[in-house]
């Protein structure tokens, strides 16, 4: 299965598709998706890390510093507005999320989508929307 999803719209996906209640079989077709879900996740975590390392405060372990609420400490604080475009970016920028899965895996999960009776709003409703759109993109 491959689908192409906007890296900002993955965790939402996850967490939809972590929440949906599903039958057995529907399931299983979720669990798959949800796997290369978290994959995807995975690798935009790593990249995101790259990304701030480049702009953060390094330790002796060339590791970001980071203050007391979390935040990383910019090395160069007049470069705020370089990271925040850099980190849209990244945001924005479309991940492949793709594994080996079953045949008809992406039907099943159309279906289950299609079938799906809950009641969705806000971040839910979009992540439902994206997802969707994903789907039947490459199978229409």
């Known amino acids: 299965m491959k689908i192409m999803l906007a890296n900002q719209h993955l965790q939402p996906i996850a967490d939809l598709l972590t929440n949906m209640p599903l039958k057995a079989a529907q399931s299983r077709a979720r669990s798959k998706l949800l796997t290369l879900v978290k994959e995807a996740i995975a690798r935009f975590g790593e990249d995101e890390y790259d990304l701030v390392t480049h702009y953060a405060t390094l330790d002796e372990h060339s590791r970001p510093v980071f203050a007391d609420d979390g935040t990383f ?57 994206v997802l969707y759109d994903a789907i039947t993109k490459d199978n229409q």
Not at 79 to 95: G, I, T
């Open 73 to 129: 400490v910019l090395a160069d604080p007049d470069k705020a507005s370089e990271f925040l475009d850099a980190r849209h970016a990244l945001l924005a920028s479309v991940a492949e999320v793709s594994g080996p899965t079953y045949d008809d895996h992406d039907k099943d999960v159309k279906a289950l989508l299609d079938g799906y009776e809950g009641e969705l709003s806000g971040e839910a409703a979009e992540a439902y929307d």
